[in-house]
């Protein structure tokens, strides 16, 4: 079948975005189901915070760095094999997860569960690549996003909920069953996209020769480096906001997962005007508002809070406001950065998701030793994340004349 064949009228359109989805939130499930049972983790496994946490940040590392692995190799063999090869090994070690009876064991299997899913969130977005490009392409990575917020909207209250009544191990018995629902509906109703001659035109060579023109392709490296910051100062707040919010704030699992909850619904709803916007005034003259209403936003609730200003609701406020343009940021950027690599999308994609998730677990890596459940120390965190992204973004997109480059 014709790759344009599966995109062919609404409700092909909307069926992929369902699946695609799922196989996309299928890693995020196993981070956002996972917060709240931090502390319980460390109490079960007789281990410090500090080893908790090092299994979110080995997590992250694999689930970085595999996408750099199974984006080009979706290049060459198709999108297919790779992605239910890493659904496969996910379920694995989710399973391993479940089992393991020390912190050790869950950081391994932790390592290996943060590969497979690397393949279901590379590999989907290549996919869409394939069937789509402009608009068209940021309209499904929209619906894509809108499934994928099932998992930051809902997995922290059913984790919760799960943790409480069934136990922290529950969590990842769970996941596992959430990727053969994915995995299932993906073999049967998505085809593969990346044709027998696309695949024979592509070589090891050839990528590692589009790997060296992406790493000196300026808007592209660009772009990456600023999505990068800005999911960083969203991670800050996954990694930290446990410990704040039932710390600082006393509130309680739900309570904190309801926080958790809202912050990623503002981020997810506002990437759904990402298409709509784009039509009406062109990708290009989204970039920099968003970025500037992200940045003013987090540096005001970190200026409020280090005066003192400590309030729950105008946190959650301005958290909301800044989280809200990164959900049409993040789009509008990746579809600008991937538009020149069609013929490559699995190795620009892959490229792009791992700089930004390497640049995440460094960013948690240090945030987790340094802001130790302070507020202030979060807000501020989140804050030097949104400036480092509008420094990147000024940089990249303004010409001599003062116009975006990308839109020359």
């Given at each position: 079948m014709?790759?344009?064949?599966?995109?062919?009228?609404?409700?092909?359109?909307?069926?992929?975005?369902?699946?695609?989805?799922?196989?996309?939130?299928?890693?995020?499930?196993?981070?956002?189901?996972?917060?709240?049972s931090l502390p319980f983790i460390g109490s079960s496994l007789n281990a410090d915070s500090d080893k908790v946490l090092m299994s979110l940040t080995a997590f992250f590392i694999t689930f970085a760095f595999g996408q750099l692995v199974f984006g080009p190799i979706s290049d060459i063999t198709g999108r297919?094999?790779?992605?239910?090869?890493?659904?496969?090994?996910?379920?694995?070690?989710?399973?391993g997860c479940a089992l393991a009876?020390?912190?050790?064991?869950?950081?391994?299997?932790?390592?290996?569960?943060?590969?497979?899913?690397?393949?279901?969130?590379?590999i989907p977005r290549a996919i869409v690549r394939d069937l789509h490009s402009g608009v068209e392409e940021a309209r499904l990575l929209g619906l894509l996003m809108l499934v994928f917020s099932v998992s930051p909207l809902l997995a922290p209250l059913f984790g919760s909920v799960i943790i409480e009544a069934l136990g922290w191990r529950t969590v990842f018995w769970f996941v596992a069953g959430i990727a053969v629902l994915a995995g299932g509906l993906g073999l049967l109703l998505v085809p593969e996209t990346r044709s027998p001659a696309q695949r024979a035109e592509t070589s090891l060579g050839g990528l590692l020769a589009t790997g060296r023109q992406l790493f000196t392709d300026r808007t592209f490296m660009g772009l990456?480096?600023?999505?990068?910051?800005?999911?960083?100062?969203?991670?800050?707040?996954?990694?930290?906001?446990?410990?704040?919010?039932?710390?600082?704030?006393?509130?309680?699992?739900?309570?904190?997962?309801?926080?958790?909850?809202?912050?990623?619904a503002a981020f997810f709803f506002a990437a759904q005007f990402c298409g709509r916007l784009g039509a009406r005034y062109g990708l290009k003259r989204l970039i920099m508002p968003s970025i500037i209403g992200f940045t003013a936003a987090m540096v005001l609730v970190f200026a409020l809070n280090a005066a003192g200003l400590q309030s729950l609701v105008l946190t959650m406020a301005l958290l909301l406001a800044g989280y809200g343009c990164?959900?049409?940021?993040?789009?509008?950027?990746?579809?600008?950065?991937?538009?020149?690599?069609?013929?490559?999308?699995?190795?620009?994609?892959?490229?792009?998701?791992?700089?930004?998730?390497?640049?995440?677990?460094?960013?948690?890596?240090?945030?987790?030793k340094i802001i130790n459940g302070a507020g202030v120390a979060m807000t501020g965190g989140i804050a030097l994340c949104a400036v480092a992204t509008l420094a990147v973004a000024l940089l990249t997109l303004r010409g001599s004349s003062g116009q975006p480059a990308a839109a020359e």
């Open positions: 014709h790759p344009s064949e599966s995109s062919r009228g609404p409700a092909r359109f909307l069926r992929n975005a369902l699946i695609l989805g799922l196989l996309t939130a299928i890693g995020p499930f196993a981070i956002d189901m996972y917060l709240p297919r094999a790779p992605l239910y090869f890493g659904i496969v090994l996910f379920i694995g070690a989710s399973i009876e020390n912190v050790e064991t869950l950081i391994a299997f932790r390592f290996l569960q943060g590969l497979g899913g690397a393949a279901g969130i590379v990456t480096l600023a999505t990068s910051f800005a999911i960083s100062a969203f991670f800050v707040f996954l990694a930290n906001a446990p410990f704040v919010m039932m710390g600082q704030y006393g509130l309680s699992p739900v309570g904190f997962s309801i926080t958790f909850s809202l912050n990623a990164l959900g049409i940021l993040l789009p509008t950027a990746s579809v600008l950065a991937l538009e020149s690599y069609g013929e490559a999308a699995g190795m620009a994609s892959s490229l792009m998701a791992t700089l930004q998730l390497a640049v995440g677990a460094i960013v948690i890596g240090v945030s987790g």
